[in-house]
């Protein structure tokens, strides 16, 4: 090939226009060092183009990163959207699971489990002797704010309400109890405890609180109280009161 | 895609992924660095790679664009300015030996640094990498007679620079 040709060649390069069979013959050309005077300029990119071409990464690089991806190889096994997408939807729905499961988060039940605990503690007749009246005065109260409560709970009020020595706790059992007055037992519990009550301060309030719930199964005992020769003054009246007021509501509901 | 796989299909285009890199960011650590993040990308992708019609076409338009990132990371742009600097005065400093093949291919090379981006890539693939018209197509997206006003731009400015630079030795300087 002349240097004709070269030219007529190098002006189509220029353009854009070769083929790249033709700019291998005209790296050719180039690499020969055979060009004029005149083709100096345009031997210059060929001349970069041979040298950048033959460089390479560093010797070491390709074990260093097959090493690499060798590591890499557990850790990516469960890579891939599809993968991903199913590990997602599988914490998920293990999260409604968990949630149905314990309805309420799970630190909140055992929180609740450690304070029913402590609440049982504080007010075992056993322990009475070493607990403070305002000890388990606080217990009761939290009784009424446990957002759950089991027949233990109930008995364990009833219980307080009929054997603690501080008329204080005593009171606050029954208030407390009033509170849970739906639960199975706890209205019986609280006609009999106004049988056995000899504390006026607990009768009073007892009287009060029946009332209040409009248990007039309560009619007796309160009559019974009126009667007794060994009620004082306060309370008789307080009980003729609460009949009357007893009996007043199943008039008004009767007609 | 198990290893063995990944590294017959990959690992042979990564000479071309490691030229690529090195035009833009000009720097043999930092092309390697690129290289190796690039094939940690394919390998953890690798599953899906089977979906593309030419993997080195994707692999080098990743590199691409990890080499653009990390030019635009304002850390790395002064670092490379300092870079380029000494380059320059490198080159400059040694007029008398430019025809010289070593720094012909130096000056061709700083020239080329010189052209948008697009030009640049365009030359690269067409005369360092020997790609066809369709190929540079399907790494640019670019149609293929825009590739060649391009590549025609490209060429002709490197070499009238380059005759600037030849005449500027000759006049004595």
Redesign the interface.
Same mark, same amino acid.
């Given at each position: 090939m002349n240097h004709q040709d070269i030219d007529a060649l190098l002006a189509r390069? *220029?353009?854009?226009?070769t083929t790249?069979e033709e700019?291998q013959w005209l790296k050719q050309y180039f690499a020969s060092g055979q060009q004029t005077p005149q083709q100096? $300029? %345009?031997?210059?990119?060929?001349? *970069?183009? %041979?040298?950048?071409?033959a460089?390479? $990464?560093?010797p070491g690089?390709?074990t260093?990163?097959?090493a690499?991806?060798?590591k890499? %190889?557990v850790i990516?096994r469960i890579?891939?959207?599809s993968m991903r997408i199913a590990a997602g939807l599988a914490l998920l729905l293990l999260g409604f699971a968990a949630g149905r499961y314990y309805t309420g988060s799970p630190n909140e039940t055992v929180a609740e489990n450690g304070q029913t605990a402590e609440i049982k503690n504080v007010l075992s007749v056993t322990q009475q002797a070493n607990t403070s009246a305002s000890d388990r005065i606080l217990a009761v109260n939290q009784c009424t704010e446990l957002p759950q409560v089991n027949e233990d709970i109930t008995q364990l009020l009833i219980n307080t309400m009929n054997a603690d020595d501080n008329v204080n706790v005593r009171l606050a059992a029954c208030q407390a109890l009033v509170s849970f007055e739906n639960e199975p037992g706890v209205r019986e519990a609280l006609i009999q405890s106004l049988k056995s009550q000899t504390d006026a301060n607990v009768q009073i309030t007892l009287i009060e609180l029946l009332v209040a719930i409009k248990e007039k199964r309560a009619m007796n005992a309160m009559q019974q109280l009126a009667q007794s020769k060994q009620t004082i003054d306060v309370v008789r009246q307080k009980a003729e009161e609460g009949v009357s007021r007893l009996s007043r509501q199943t008039m008004n509901s009767a007609s | 895609m198990d290893l063995q796989t990944f590294k017959q299909q990959i690992l042979p285009v990564q000479g071309r992924l490691f030229r690529l890199a090195k035009l833009f960011l000009r720097n043999r650590e930092e092309a390697e660095d690129t290289l190796q993040d690039v094939l940690l990308k394919l390998w953890t992708n690798r599953q899906q790679l089977d979906q593309y019609r030419s993997v080195e076409a994707m692999a080098v338009q990743m590199t691409r664009n990890l080499c653009l990132d990390k030019l635009k990371s304002h850390g790395y742009a002064r670092r490379t300015d300092e870079a380029d600097l000494s380059l320059i005065q490198a080159n400059m400093g040694t007029p008398h030996q430019l025809t010289e093949s070593a720094d012909t291919a130096a000056v061709v090379r700083q020239l080329i640094q010189e052209l948008p981006e697009q030009q640049r890539l365009i030359l690269h693939l067409r005369d360092v990498e020997e790609y066809s018209f369709e190929e540079i197509e399907q790494v640019t997206g670019i149609s293929i007679n825009n590739i060649r006003v391009a590549l025609s731009r490209a060429r002709k400015t490197v070499r009238d620079n380059y005759t600037k630079v030849l005449n500027y030795e000759s006049s004595g300087y």
């Open positions: 390069y *220029y353009e854009g226009e790249l700019e100096i $300029p %345009d031997a210059g990119l060929f001349r *970069y183009a %041979d040298g950048a071409r460089e390479h $990464p560093s690089f390709s260093r990163v097959t690499r991806l060798n890499n %190889d990516h890579g891939g959207w | -």
